[in-house]
C-alpha cells in the first residue's frame, strides 16, 4: 500500500465508515483514565488527522461531551468509539483500532503516563495467540 493511498476506517456493526486522503499527523497511546474508560481498554492509541481532511462515508458518529474540553464520538449501533475531539482543535484523534490497516500507523508518544498501568508491557516473552473465532 503506497503513502498516498485513502485511509479508512469504521465500527464493529459497519454502519459508520470514515476516510481521510492524507497520513495522520502523528499518532500516540493515551493512558489517562477517560480513555480507558473510553475505550473499554488500558489505553487508547490515537491517530491525528485534520478534521478538514476527514470524510463520513455514513452518518456521522454520535457524540457526547467527556470532558468540559472535549467530545467523543462513537457508533450509537454498536458502541465502538470513534473519536475524541478537543473543542479547541481542528484536528480530531481517531482511535487506531476503528482504522482498518492500524497496522500502518506507529505510535511515537505516550500521553498520560501518570495513570498507566503498571502491568500495560509490551514484552515478547509472554505467551502469545491469536484472536480465536470461538473459546
Ligand atoms: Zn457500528
Ligand atoms: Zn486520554
Not at 465500527?11 to 489517562?32: D, E, Q, V
Not at 478537543?86 to 505510535?107: C, K, N, W
Request: charged residues 30%; negative net charge; glycine residues 8%.
Amino acid at each position: 500500500m503506497t503513502e498516498d493511498a485513502d485511509w479508512t476506517g469504521g465500527c464493529l456493526c459497519g454502519k459508520r465508515r470514515y476516510r481521510f486522503a492524507r497520513p495522520p499527523s502523528t499518532s500516540g497511546y493515551c493512558h489517562c483514565s477517560m480513555c480507558r474508560r473510553a475505550t473499554g481498554g488500558p489505553f487508547a492509541v490515537l491517530v491525528r488527522v485534520d478534521e478538514d481532511d476527514l470524510e463520513w462515508l455514513s452518518e456521522p458518529p454520535a457524540t457526547f461531551r467527556s470532558s468540559p474540553i472535549a467530545k467523543r464520538g462513537f457508533c450509537p449501533d454498536c458502541g465502538t468509539p470513534l473519536f475524541l475531539r478537543y473543542d479547541d482543535d481542528d484536528r480530531i484523534r481517531l482511535t487506531a483500532g476503528s482504522l482498518d490497516h492500524p497496522e500502518r500507523i506507529t505510535p511515537s508518544y505516550n500521553y498520560g503516563i501518570e495513570s498507566r498501568l503498571p502491568w500495560v508491557c509490551y514484552d515478547d516473552d509472554l505467551p502469545g495467540q491469536p484472536t480465536q473465532e470461538r473459546f
